[in-house]
């Protein structure tokens, strides 16, 4: 239904090639045939569908990336993934922080009346659920169920939603498009960068080679595993094929990836967890043997936010003996859920990650007080709810962790002030320590 030719004149209308089918066959038996709209009384314009807007909105990013800036005319050949890139931009464009893995998300539902969580327009909503997505590349010769352009991109796009939440389980989600640095504004990088690096005409592998070649460019190729386990996944695995890209039948699927990319962490592992305690939360790991270990970086996030180091414990470097590893996290704050990982590193520098593990502090041990100002310029006032019965050790660090103040105040102390006008501007942690009571808390400084 596009062209805008003035020669034609007659007025027009889309419906489903089975309607149209059915509406030819009774013309040839001689049976008048009229069109009469029995849908609902409001027609819902698809302008107020933001996924629809940023969905036609990208067209205009790949085509004019893929192929280089002097071509516009790139994505003609029968595997080219246009569609895709369109969908996983309004995709990309709406996510939502309590959104996960498993989410559905409908494209155009709004349109036929669904909610955001329908089917959609697609032959699927995407998510990483295969019981509710099961479609892999082996699914693009199938040209009933996959049509040319929008069902080829749709398979190109599941691909590329299973790397963003790879991304984001590594690194988190990040509510800000534009300066974010969570797992989705990773993978955006990539699939942007990845168009200006991929030649014109691509097809699947080619798309993909051309992520993998832009996270080498952007980040050192460090997500090549997270990056290789999408791909394989929906079916362009290491040993894929996509034939000619002007072909959509002659591709060879493959569910593999590189023997080398992913490979075994050089230290056998037994277990990982984390146990809250009174006021910190241990984090326990014990190696059946090791080689080659330089050691391990304790890493923690909150929902929605990315991984940061809490510390690093050296390796044992032993071979073929169980070592029991701990971490201590001093600075976890009562009632958040954080989530913890290690980053284990070979001597040669290559880098590994182990699983993820969560845990909670019960916020009945911790002190109660309330801050004010914060943020705050010049003195920080601390006001207890009872006194602490102990003499109160108030400590400020900085988010490197050096203690850059303290004062210690007397048990019977219900509010103290501290000054903090000596400390540059940025982001602090206060630590309230009283007897067995602890407190955590962040302060900005003006």
């Known amino acids: 239904m596009s062209g805008a030719s003035v020669g034609i004149t007659i007025p027009s209308v889309m419906i489903s090639q089975a309607d149209c089918d059915l509406l030819k066959a009774q013309l040839a038996s001689g049976v008048n045939v009229s069109l009469s709209n029995l849908g609902p009384p409001v027609s819902l314009d698809g302008d107020l569908d933001n996924g629809i807007i940023a969905h036609e909105y990208g067209h205009g990013i790949s085509n004019r990336l893929t192929g280089g800036p002097a071509n516009v005319n790139c994505l003609n050949n029968a595997e ?38 329908g089917t959609g327009i697609r032959p699927a909503p995407y998510t990483t659920d295969m019981a509710v997505n099961g479609f892999t590349y082996a699914d693009i010769t199938n040209t009933t169920t996959i049509t040319q352009p929008h069902g080829i991109g749709f398979l190109w796009c599941n691909a590329l939603w299973e790397m963003t939440w790879n991304l984001i389980d590594d690194y988190g989600f990040d509510a800000d498009l534009m300066n974010g640095t969570g797992g989705n504004n990773m993978a955006m990088q990539l699939v942007m960068e990845a168009m200006r690096l991929q030649p014109c005409s691509p097809g699947f592998v080619t798309g993909r080679n051309a992520i993998l070649a832009a996270d080498v460019s952007l980040f050192g190729g460090t997500n090549a595993c997270q990056i290789w386990n999408a791909f394989a996944k929906r079916g362009v695995g290491f040993s894929a094929s996509q034939g000619s890209s002007n072909n959509r039948l002659d591709g060879v699927v493959a569910f593999d990836i590189p023997p080398t990319v992913c490979s075994t962490l050089p230290v056998s592992w037994l277990d990982l967890s984390a146990t809250p305690l009174t006021q910190t939360i241990r984090v326990d790991w014990n190696i059946a043997s090791e080689q080659e270990n330089k050691g391990f970086d304790v890493e923690r996030r909150e929902e929605g936010m990315a991984f940061q180091s809490l510390g690093f414990v050296p390796g044992n470097n032993t071979h073929a003996v169980q070592t029991a590893y701990s971490f201590e996290d001093k600075t976890a704050l009562p ?13 040669d520098g290559s880098v590994h990650f182990s699983s993820l593990v969560e845990a909670t502090l019960d916020p009945k041990n911790s002190l109660q007080v ?62 309230l320590q009283a007897g067995n009571l602890q407190g955590f808390h962040r302060i900005v400084v003006e």
């Open 80 to 117: 080219q993934m246009g569609e895709g890139w369109s969908d996983y931009f309004g995709l990309m464009m709406t996510m939502k922080a309590t959104d996960v893995r498993t989410t559905r998300r409908g494209i155009g539902t709004y349109v036929i009346g669904q909610a955001t969580t």
């Open 370 to 431: 309330t801050l004010y100002p914060n943020p705050v310029s010049d003195l920080l006032t601390v006001s207890l709810s009872n006194q602490p019965g102990s003499p109160l050790e108030v400590q400020v660090f900085d988010l490197v962790g050096h203690l850059v103040k303290t004062n210690t105040f007397p048990a019977e102390t219900l509010n103290c002030t501290l000054d903090m006008s000596e400390l540059a501007a940025g982001v602090y942690l206060l630590k």
């Open 335 to 347: 009632g958040i859920t954080y989530t913890y990982r290690l980053r284990q590193t070979d001597l």
